[in-house]
């Protein structure tokens, strides 16, 4: 069902051997984003490359917006942002530069993995996949990724609900969802590309162009 193509580095987590095929024979029929999407997020940034996590919640679960990388909708799309809108409003309040590009592949080339705390929704039904398990593969991909410090956003409970895998050694920045439903109970203003930023840049790194490229 799921295309294992690409995972890399990846593919060596015990979540593909163990878990995986379970997941998969719980899964009754339409499924997003596509199954040739569904690890997109890995597949475009691999472990070593991972500068900054953002962990959000499921997928978009309107047919045509999710792509695989977490809030990121494809160009074009042409349909309401909702979470990518209001993230779209911190960015330019924090850096004060717009961003209007969708597709948040440029961000994945960077070394942000946009991750979700479930990977699969069934269509029109949010949070429908939310207990399936994707859980343990998030888990291990949070060790894989506690060997150096890195920046780590989290939105939303779910995503929140990973914190304590998490070592003292990174940058842990948590925020509410930047959903239309709970964006204004604490979102905004919180600024976190720019502070992301300035401590990528005290560890001696590139700050991230979250801003249109």
């Known amino acids: 069902m799921f295309d294992l193509a690409g995972l890399g580095a990846w593919a060596g987590l015990p979540f593909f051997a163990e878990d995986l095929p379970r997941i998969a024979g719980r899964i009754d029929g339409a499924v997003l984003p596509p199954p040739d999407r569904t690890f997109a997020a890995l597949v475009r940034t691999q472990p070593e490359a991972t500068r900054v996590v953002i962990l959000g919640q499921d997928p978009y679960h309107s047919p045509g917006k999710a ?27 924090d850096l004060g530069r717009p961003r209007r590009k969708t597709a948040l592949d440029d961000w ?16 029109g039904k949010p949070r429908a996949h939310a207990r399936l398990g994707w859980d343990r593969l998030v888990r291990q991909v949070l060790a894989r990724l506690d060997d150096r410090p890195r920046a780590f956003i989290l939105w939303g409970g779910p995503a929140q609900a990973h914190a304590d895998a998490l070592g003292p050694h990174h940058l842990i920045l948590t ?6 439903l709970s964006a204004h109970r ?28």
């Open 67 to 93: 792509d695989g990388l977490a809030f990121s909708i494809p160009d074009g799309f042409g349909g309401r942002l909702d979470s990518l809108g209001n993230i779209f409003k911190e960015i330019e309040s």
């Open 175 to 180: 925020a509410p969802h930047p959903s239309p």
């Open 108 to 123: 994945a080339d960077q070394g942000v993995l946009l991750l979700n705390t479930a990977l699969t929704v069934t269509p």
């Open 186 to 213: 604490g979102f905004f203003g919180t600024r976190p590309f720019s502070r992301v930023n300035r401590w990528l840049i005290e560890q001696g790194g590139e700050p991230i162009k979250w801003a249109d490229p």
